[in-house]
């Protein structure tokens, strides 16, 4: 029992908890929903109405279905769907919003409009039985019935099923006869008593219409009906549409445009077409209810009216492809919109028509790659223009005012690098070089600032308001970017897979400092610091791309400055003709990047005489782990670099070495360990014994499945020759291998779900464990064997011994990563991100895997040791998100602070989530809790008192030298 304060003590510094006073103050969260889904009319963003407040509703590319409010752009709300339950459309029923997804519409969902809170649930059919097609919307569709508002979805391209608007509850169920490949029902619609359910069956060179209707209160089949027509696109030339009671069926035929009217026996089977105009696409603009829809043709594009004996309109717009149509009607008045290229005014503008002839409404666009278009009327009689682009930037404009804007191609982020600020007076370093009159008048003007200085001074010194760990990092008073007293404030360089978006964000609050397209065709795959504050210039970045056109795949570099993302050499630079295979950065005596293309040749970036001697002396020293294809499988090879005369000025990477598996074990990947400063090299333990840290600097993680035993591989290898140091065996989940794995130092963390039940004790239950490892050098305690420094053929490289431990965990992990501090001192916590979208720190003395399964001894409680607990709860007190909902995270990044203590933690996927986490306290700096005042008045009553006293004593002794 008198060990007990001690374990309690350890366990209180080992959560580090954030307090509610701390929110949006050492942390931000940059809420998203993603790219809106415009190519389909089922999951394009729409305007509605909640309790006279507009939202704009939207499915998204990270499958999301959100509202956004008019007003601002704010998230109303937002409801993920897991990864495999794909959206597949969505539709408003009053006040409720009614979703398919899954696969071939397996769920089938009703949200409340103004929450988004679930009311219904609904699964149509197995997900194992769903109809996989592309575009995923295709044999799928929502309508909505015209009375009893009771949902009618279509799935699988022949199933029509009814449902309750309310509960979701079936009131009938019909399927098609012919459920093979020739006939797909692909739309769905409602009148009164009747539901047309309209697809196309397949013929030698075309789709042939055909349409079955039913009855909407029993689903019994009223009419079958094949309609003479020849299809070519049954996902894109082919509609639907209810007008004035009346259903209609339209499609495009050779250039035609066709339209036939649909009554509950199907008798009619003559359609109108549309005389002396060929369009080569057909385009639902959202004006279908009025029969209205727009023709695009070599001569320009029209409006036509393909009910009415199907009639042409105006034309609005030339041929040109790259204009994009909407439409809208308010009071029964409808309207166009289009963007385009306006020769007049050099931009692409936006005009907004109105079918009356009155004049048009035209603004100019910030963008150039408009994609999508959405129309409404505001309140205020102006015209509302959602704009989605290309590269993932959202918009509204209220009449030629830019409402608001969102980035939405954040939330496909794939790669971000921290870059440190400049310290303020190095930031004003760029005044050396001038006169001695700017000096002079810059000081002046810098004078002013003097006595504001000097009470801040004054004000810090007497109250000690300095800042604090847990103080916000604030911008400089000039509004130059500059770090604070801390470096908690640093650019976050990140790019996106979409548009390939690079941004520059401000890490104390979120804000976006700078954004730029590096083009279209473009993916970034690596970022790398090629230059830091530290060089004495502004930090840099290169940004190592895949360039994708017509003709061929390039490898080109962007080389951008970080603080600016302005280019330092040109807009891209070509590094490799072709494919790059693998790319990395050495850093010897300067820093450089190396790509190797497909036929393992070096390039580098910059190419200059400098990058290849620093090559040249250290590529012996080199070895790096690669995938490549053998037999139509992956397999891992190490390879080394020399210089080769038949490859010319390129050195060349050769293979040494080829990972062995068994026949059946396929490799899935490969992942680095994180890499940082090593403060200690062993560990003493109670009786003065030392455990030294196995630090192999070439070791990688590799991950395997084998799909016939349902097993999953994870192995720790050494690059330089392939030896595997560590290797497990665990059990796929349903025949999926998702394991998390980290390696800092020779701490190796991973998570994975065990779905059987072997005897040990942490296992008798199913569910998702945590298992940490650490190695050692030698056999035991006290056996240094040196491996940082080893060569990988020495005989003791490979002299190791593990501890490991497994936990039960009570959540699935999408990603972890360990913290990092500026010179490795602090401890290390472990943040995870859970699938219950919260950010979570557990400290290493948590998870350290020689916790004694029996009480612990005085040894073992002197190291911090206590007892073993096969469970790890779900402690609220270790959520360092707070009540942020940090949803679909995809990888965390960590980086040191200017304070030893502090690690920054930086989490992106759907959204973005920056904190700070301290995971030895703020042992750096003073409490905020420390009475400064109290400290200054003693200070100056001692001082008074030596003053008052001083004389006194030195009369003293002056009589006393006077009597001696």
């Known amino acids: 029992m008198r060990f007990l304060p001690l374990l309690f003590l350890i366990h209180a510094l080992g959560c580090w908890a954030i307090h509610e006073s701390d929110v949006g103050t050492v942390d931000w969260h940059k809420k998203l929903v993603g790219i809106p889904l415009y190519k389909s009319s089922a999951t394009a963003p729409r305007f509605a109405s909640v309790d006279d407040r507009n939202v704009i509703l939207t499915a998204t590319a990270n499958n999301v279905l959100a509202a956004l ?109 012919d459920q093979s490949s020739l006939t797909l029902f692909t ?225 496909t982020t794939t790669i ?176 450089f990047i190396v790509i190797l293309d497909d036929l393992q040749r070096v390039h580098f970036y910059p190419d200059n005489e400098e990058s290849r001697r620093a090559f040249a002396d250290s590529h012996s020293k080199l070895s790096l782990p690669s995938l490549a294809s053998k037999n139509g499988h992956t397999v891992i090879f190490g390879s080394h670099f020399a210089f080769n005369e038949d490859a010319g000025e390129h050195p060349v990477a050769y293979r040494t070495w080829e990972l062995p598996l068994p026949k059946d074990e396929r490799v899935q990947t490969i992942d680095h360990a994180h890499r940082g400063p090593v403060a200690s090299l062993g560990k003493v333990l109670g009786d003065r014994t030392t455990l030294y840290k196995y630090l192999n600097p070439r070791l990688f993680i590799a991950y395997t499945v084998t799909a016939s035993k349902n097993l999953c591989g994870l192995y720790l290898v050494d690059s330089a020759k392939g030896t595997v140091i560590y290797q497990v065996q665990l059990p796929a989940n349903n025949g999926a291998c998702n394991i998390q794995a980290t390696l800092s130092e020779n701490w190796l963390v991973y998570h994975y779900y065990e779905s059987e039940v072997p005897s040990s004790d942490v ?28 060569s990988s053929f020495d005989k003791a490289a490979t002299d190791v011994f593990a501890f490991e431990e497994s936990y039960i965990f009570p959540h699935a992990i999408s990603a972890l990563a360990p913290t990092s501090t500026k010179f490795g001192i602090s401890g290390k916590d472990l943040i995870v991100a859970t699938k219950n979208h919260k950010i979570q720190s557990f400290p290493r003395r948590l998870l350290n895997p020689r916790r004694p399964h029996r009480k612990p001894t005085s040894q073992e409680a002197e190291e911090g040791l206590f007892q073993y607990d096969p469970i790890i709860y779900d402690d609220p007190k270790r959520v360092i998100s707070h009540t942020y909902e940090v949803a679909n995270v995809q990888k965390i990044v960590t980086a040191p602070a200017l304070l030893e203590s502090t690690s920054m933690v930086f989490a992106f996927g759907l959204d973005m989530f920056l904190t700070r986490v301290a995971p030895s306290g703020t042992f750096d700096v003073l409490s905020e809790n420390f009475n400064k005042a109290q400290l200054v008045l003693t200070v100056s009553g001692l001082i008074a008192a030596i003053m008052f006293t001083r004389p006194m004593v030195q009369r003293k002794r002056l009589r006393e030298k006077w009597y001696m």
């Not at 799935?155 to 006869?177: A, E, F, I, M, Y």
């Not at 569910?767 to 490892?773: A, D, I, L």
């Open 187 to 411: 739309k769905l619609l409602t009148t009164t008593d009747t539901v047309y359910v309209i697809g196309v069956s397949s013929s030698f060179a075309s789709y042939t219409l055909h349409i079955v209707s039913l009855s909407s209160s029993t689903g019994q089949v009223l009419a079958d009906s094949e309609i003479p027509s020849s299809i070519v696109n049954a996902s894109a030339d082919l509609f639907a549409f209810v007008h004035s009671g009346s259903a209609f069926a339209a499609w495009l035929e050779k250039g035609n445009a066709r339209s036939l009217s649909l009554s509950p026996t199907l008798k009619n089977k003559k359609a109108q077409t549309l005389p002396k105009q060929s369009f080569e696409e057909l385009l639902d603009v959202g004006l279908s209810d009025l029969g209205l829809f727009v023709g695009k043709g070599s001569r320009g594009s029209t409006v036509i009216n393909l009910v009415d004996n199907a009639s042409l309109g105006s034309t609005i717009g030339s041929s040109d492809a790259s204009t994009i149509y909407a439409g809208f009607h308010a009071d029964g008045k409808p309207h166009i919109a289009k963007s385009f290229w306006s020769t007049s005014a050099e931009k692409y503008t936006l005009e907004v028509n109105a079918l009356d002839a009155s004049a048009p409404t035209t603004l100019p666009l910030e963008h150039t790659d408009v994609a999508h278009l959405t129309l409404h009327v505001a309140s205020s009689g102006e015209p509302q223009v959602f704009l989605t682009t290309e590269s993932g930037t959202v918009q509204l404009y209220t009449g030629t005012q830019v409402q608001w804007s969102r980035e939405e191609s954040l939330a």
């Open 416 to 591: 971000a690098e921290f870059v440190e600020l400049p310290e303020q007076i190095s930031a004003e370093a760029d005044a050396k070089g001038e006169s001695f009159t700017h000096r002079l008048l810059r000081h002046a003007v810098q004078a002013q600032d003097f006595p504001r200085y000097f009470s801040s001074f004054v004000r810090r010194f007497v109250t000690g308001s300095y800042a604090s760990a847990t103080s916000a990092a604030t911008a400089a008073a000039d509004g130059k970017l500059s770090r604070d007293a801390f470096g908690f404030r640093q650019v976050i360089v990140t790019a996106s897979h979409v548009g390939g978006k690079v941004f520059g964000i401000d890490s104390s609050n979120g804000d976006i400092l700078w954004s730029r397209a590096l083009g279209a065709g473009v993916t970034p795959s690596k970022i790398f610091t090629i230059k830091a504050v530290s060089d004495g210039v502004d930090p840099e970045v290169v940004i190592v791309t895949e360039k994708r056109s017509e003709e061929a795949r390039d490898t080109v570099v962007f080389h951008l400055n970080a603080l600016t993302g302005e280019d330092v050499a040109g807009s891209g630079t070509t590094a490799v003709r072709g494919q790059g295979s693998d790319a990395f950065l050495l850093d010897y005596g300067s820093k």
């Open 763 to 790: 296992h008798r239950t199913k569910g998702y464990r945590v298992v940490t490892v650490e190695l050692y050098e030698g056999q035991g305690p006290d056996d240094k064997t040196e491996s940082s420094d080893m």
């Open 69 to 177: 409010d008019a007003k601002d752009g704010t998230v109303a709300w937002r409801y993920v769907f897991d990864p495999e339950d794909r959206i597949a459309g969505f539709y408003q029923n009053g006040n409720t919003v009614v979703t398919l997804s899954g696969p071939g519409g397996a769920i089938a969902r009703g949200l409340d409009i103004k929450t988004g809170v679930l009311t219904f649930e609904r699964r149509l059919h197995p997900n194992s039985e769903g109809l996989l097609v592309d575009p995923n919307d295709l044999g799928k569709g929502i309508a909505i019935g015209t009375t009893s508002q009771d949902v009618y979805t279509l799935t699988n391209g022949h199933t029509v099923t009814r449902l309750d608007k309310s509960t979701g509850k079936p009131s009938w169920t019909w399927s098609g006869q």
